[in-house]
Nanobody, 121 residues
């Protein structure tokens, strides 16, 4: 059973920063993981992804502002979000799969419960 616990969301003014965390437990070292977000009424979209070997990919909308990273010792995944904009307001989800670096939600079988990020103007 894969259990992902994501946290770190909150409310921030535009231009501010937040750091999301995902506790992946014992499955982390065998998977690629990613961050996704979902706007009301929209499908979940990929934000950033990272595999155990250090490969990363980002959505164009967050390049240069968001950074995905990991702590192998703690089996944790992070998303540092800087220069936040109101349009970044969404529910953010951590996800894991068996080893495919992808920003496509269908590549991921395991999901966290989500953490809300709200950016005010």
């Amino acid at each position: 059973q894969v259990e992902l616990v994501d946290s770190g969301g909150g409310s921030v003014q535009g231009g501010g920063s937040l750091r999301l965390s995902c506790d992946a437990g014992r499955t982390y070292s065998h998977a690629c993981m990613g961050w996704f977000r979902q706007f009301p009424g929209k499908e979940r979209e990929g934000v950033a992804a990272m595999c155990s070997v250090g490969r990363t990919t980002y959505a164009d909308s967050v390049k240069g502002r968001f950074t995905i990273s990991r702590d192998s010792a703690k089996n944790s995944l992070f998303l540092q979000m800087n220069s936040l904009k109101p349009e970044d307001t969404a529910m953010y989800y951590c996800a894991a799969n068996g080893g495919l670096l992808s920003l496509d939600r269908v590549a991921y079988a395991y999901w966290g419960q989500g953490t809300q990020v709200t950016v005010s103007s």
